[in-house]
C-alpha cells in the first residue's frame, strides 16, 4: 500500500462556501453536485451562552436529528440543570437545516433562527459596506483602514507633548495623511488605564485651536477620542466626522444622543475598571452588544458603528493575548472591527521594552488581527503598520475561493 504521506494528506482553510466549491470542483466533483456538496465541507461551530435548559435541548435534539450534535453542560442531562452553554457542531448544511426547523416554531425559536441565519451569511461573504463620515465615506471589508493617532495632550504615554501645539500637530496630520492615513483620530486627554483625567474645558481647550485648523484642510476623516459628551458635541460642532469612545457610551449617558443628532460613526470599545470576568469573552461581546444597541435605539445605523475589544483596558496582559487570539468571536457583531494595539503597554510588560522600541511587536499583532478580521489598525507609525497592512491584504482579502488557485 503507498505510504499516506505521498498522498499529500493535509487540512484545508476552508472558511466559506465558495471556498468549499472551489476546492470539490478540483477534486472533479459533478458540477450539478456542487450545490449539494459545497455546505457539506463547511463547518463552523457556533457557541451559544446561558440557553435555558427546554432551548438547549430542542437544539440538542434538532442537531442530531440533522446529523450534526449540540454540546451541553452534563449537568443539564443528568441532573436538569436549568441552563447551559450549548456548542452546535456540524456542518454548514446541517446547521441551514437546524435553522429551517427552528424557523417553524414558537417565536422564541424563530428569534433563534434568524440570529442563526444572520450570523451564517458571514460564510457566504464576509461583512462589508461603506461608512458615512458626515460626508466622506470610508469603505470597509476591502481593505484595512488605517486610523492614525494624533494625541494633542501633554502627559500621553506615548507621544505626549510632542503635539501639543497648533503648529506641530498640522504638521504630523499631513505626514499621516501623506503616509497612508484613512482616517485621524485626534485625543485631547490621556486615556491610559489609571489615568485621572481632565475637565471638559480642559480638553476642549487643547482640542479647539487644533481642530478649527485641521477640519477645512483634511482630506481624511477626524474622529475625536473623547468619554465626554459635551467635547463630543462642541466637536462634531465643529464638523469633526467620527467620535471614538473609550466607554461604548456606557459612561456619559448623553454621549448616544448627542452623537446620532449629528448623525455621526462611532466607536464603540469595551472598558470596565476591573480585571474580573467570570466568562470574559462572552462578557465582552455583551458589552458591545449593549452599546450597538444603544446606538441603533437612538437612530444610528449599523454601518456607522464600529466595535473595538479594548485591549489594554480593563484586562491584565494575559487577558489581553487570549482576546487578541480569539479576535475574529467579534466579527458575530456584523460591525467594523477595530484594532488598537500601538505602542501599548501589554507589548511593554510582556516583552519588557520601553514605548520608543515597540513598533515591531505593534505590526505582529496588527498583522495578526488583519488575518482574524479587524478592518480598521488604530496606530502611532502609519508608514510601518500601512505596508504592512498592504501585504496582509493581499493574502487575506483575495476573492473568496481563490487560495485554492494553484491547488
Given at each position: 500500500?503507498?505510504d499516506?504521506?505521498?498522498?499529500?494528506?493535509?487540512?484545508?482553510?476552508?472558511?466559506?462556501?465558495?471556498?468549499?466549491?472551489?476546492?470539490?470542483?478540483?477534486?472533479?466533483v459533478?458540477?450539478?453536485?456542487?450545490?449539494?456538496?459545497?455546505?457539506?465541507?463547511l463547518?463552523?461551530p457556533?457557541?451559544?451562552?446561558?440557553?435555558?435548559?427546554?432551548?438547549?435541548?430542542?437544539l440538542?435534539?434538532?442537531?442530531?436529528?440533522?446529523g450534526?450534535?449540540?454540546a451541553v453542560?452534563?449537568?443539564?442531562?443528568?441532573?436538569?440543570?436549568?441552563?447551559?452553554d450549548?456548542?452546535?457542531?456540524?456542518?454548514?448544511?446541517?446547521?441551514?437545516?437546524?435553522?429551517?426547523?427552528l424557523?417553524t416554531?414558537?417565536?422564541?425559536?424563530?428569534?433563534?433562527?434568524?440570529?442563526?441565519?444572520?450570523?451564517?451569511?458571514?460564510l457566504?461573504?464576509?461583512?462589508?459596506?461603506?461608512?458615512?463620515?458626515?460626508?466622506?465615506?470610508l469603505?470597509?471589508?476591502?481593505?484595512t483602514?488605517?486610523?492614525g493617532?494624533?494625541?494633542?495632550?501633554?502627559?500621553?504615554?506615548?507621544?505626549?507633548g510632542?503635539?501639543?501645539?497648533?503648529?506641530?500637530?498640522?504638521?504630523?496630520?499631513?505626514?499621516?495623511?501623506?503616509?497612508g492615513?484613512?482616517?485621524?483620530?485626534?485625543?485631547?486627554?490621556?486615556?491610559?488605564?489609571g489615568?485621572g483625567?481632565?475637565?471638559?474645558?480642559?480638553?476642549w481647550s487643547?482640542?479647539?485651536p487644533?481642530?478649527?485648523?485641521?477640519i477645512p484642510?483634511c482630506?481624511?476623516?477626524?474622529?475625536?477620542?473623547?468619554?465626554?459628551?459635551?467635547?463630543?458635541?462642541?466637536?462634531l460642532r465643529?464638523?469633526?466626522?467620527i467620535?471614538?469612545?473609550?466607554w461604548?457610551?456606557?459612561?456619559?449617558?448623553e454621549?448616544?444622543?448627542?452623537?446620532?443628532?449629528?448623525?455621526?460613526p462611532?466607536?464603540?470599545?469595551h472598558?470596565?475598571?476591573?480585571?474580573?470576568?467570570?466568562?470574559?469573552?462572552?462578557?465582552?461581546?455583551?458589552?458591545?452588544?449593549?452599546?450597538?444597541e444603544?446606538?441603533?435605539d437612538?437612530?444610528?445605523?449599523?454601518?456607522?458603528?464600529?466595535?473595538d475589544?479594548?485591549?489594554?483596558?480593563?484586562?491584565?496582559?494575559?487577558?489581553?493575548?487570549?482576546?487578541?487570539?480569539?479576535m475574529?468571536?467579534f466579527?458575530?457583531?456584523?460591525?467594523?472591527?477595530?484594532?488598537?494595539?500601538?505602542?501599548k503597554?501589554?507589548i511593554?510588560?510582556?516583552l519588557?521594552?520601553?514605548v520608543?522600541?515597540?513598533?515591531?511587536?505593534?505590526?505582529?499583532?496588527?498583522?495578526?488581527?488583519?488575518?482574524a478580521?479587524?478592518?480598521?489598525?488604530?496606530v502611532?507609525?502609519?508608514p510601518?503598520?500601512?505596508?504592512?497592512?498592504?501585504?496582509?491584504?493581499?493574502?487575506?482579502?483575495?476573492?473568496?475561493?481563490?487560495d485554492?488557485e494553484?491547488?
Amino acid at each position: 500500500m503507498k505510504d499516506l504521506k505521498a498522498y499529500n494528506m493535509r487540512w484545508l482553510k476552508i472558511d466559506s462556501l465558495l471556498q468549499a466549491e472551489r476546492a470539490l470542483s478540483q477534486v472533479g466533483v459533478d458540477p450539478g453536485g456542487l450545490p449539494y456538496m459545497n455546505g457539506k465541507a463547511l463547518t463552523k461551530p457556533i457557541k451559544l451562552e446561558n440557553v435555558p435548559a427546554p432551548v438547549a435541548l430542542v437544539l440538542k435534539q434538532e442537531m442530531l436529528s440533522s446529523g450534526g450534535d449540540a454540546a451541553v453542560h452534563k449537568d443539564l442531562l443528568d441532573n436538569g440543570a436549568p441552563e447551559s452553554d450549548v456548542l452546535l457542531i456540524g456542518t454548514y448544511k446541517q446547521l441551514t437545516k437546524l435553522a429551517d426547523r427552528l424557523a417553524t416554531m414558537s417565536a422564541e425559536f424563530q428569534s433563534l433562527a434568524q440570529s442563526l441565519c444572520e450570523l451564517m451569511t458571514y460564510l457566504e461573504e464576509p461583512p462589508a459596506g461603506i461608512i458615512d463620515c458626515r460626508g466622506k465615506s470610508l469603505i470597509w471589508g476591502q481593505k484595512t483602514l488605517i486610523m492614525g493617532i494624533l494625541n494633542v495632550t501633554p502627559d500621553s504615554f506615548s507621544d505626549g507633548g510632542k503635539f501639543d501645539n497648533i503648529e506641530n500637530a498640522l504638521k504630523q496630520a499631513e505626514k499621516m495623511v501623506a503616509d497612508g492615513a484613512d482616517m485621524l483620530d485626534i485625543g485631547g486627554e490621556s486615556t491610559r488605564p489609571g489615568y485621572g483625567g481632565v475637565s471638559a474645558e480642559e480638553e476642549w481647550s487643547r482640542l479647539e485651536p487644533v481642530l478649527k485648523a485641521l477640519i477645512p484642510v483634511c482630506s481624511v476623516p477626524i474622529s475625536i477620542d473623547t468619554q465626554k459628551a459635551a467635547v463630543a458635541a462642541k466637536s462634531l460642532r465643529l464638523g469633526a466626522h467620527i467620535i471614538n469612545d473609550i466607554w461604548g457610551l456606557q459612561k456619559d449617558p448623553e454621549m448616544a444622543g448627542i452623537i446620532a443628532e449629528y448623525q455621526a460613526p462611532v466607536v464603540i470599545m469595551h472598558n470596565q475598571d476591573h480585571t474580573e470576568y467570570k466568562n470574559m469573552m462572552g462578557e465582552i461581546l455583551s458589552f458591545l452588544e449593549r452599546s450597538i444597541e444603544m446606538a441603533l435605539d437612538c437612530g444610528l445605523t449599523q454601518n456607522q458603528i464600529i466595535v473595538d475589544p479594548g485591549i489594554g483596558f480593563g484586562k491584565t496582559p494575559e487577558q489581553n493575548m487570549e482576546v487578541l487570539s480569539r479576535m475574529e468571536e467579534f466579527k458575530s457583531l456584523g460591525c467594523p472591527l477595530l484594532l488598537g494595539v500601538s505602542r501599548k503597554s501589554v507589548i511593554g510588560r510582556t516583552l519588557n521594552l520601553p514605548v520608543d522600541q515597540r513598533l515591531e511587536p505593534t505590526i505582529a499583532l496588527g498583522t495578526l488581527g488583519i488575518v482574524a478580521g479587524a478592518d480598521i489598525l488604530r496606530v502611532h507609525d502609519v508608514p510601518e503598520n500601512k505596508k504592512a497592512a498592504l501585504i496582509t491584504d493581499l493574502v487575506i482579502r483575495r476573492k473568496r475561493g481563490e487560495d485554492y488557485e494553484g491547488k
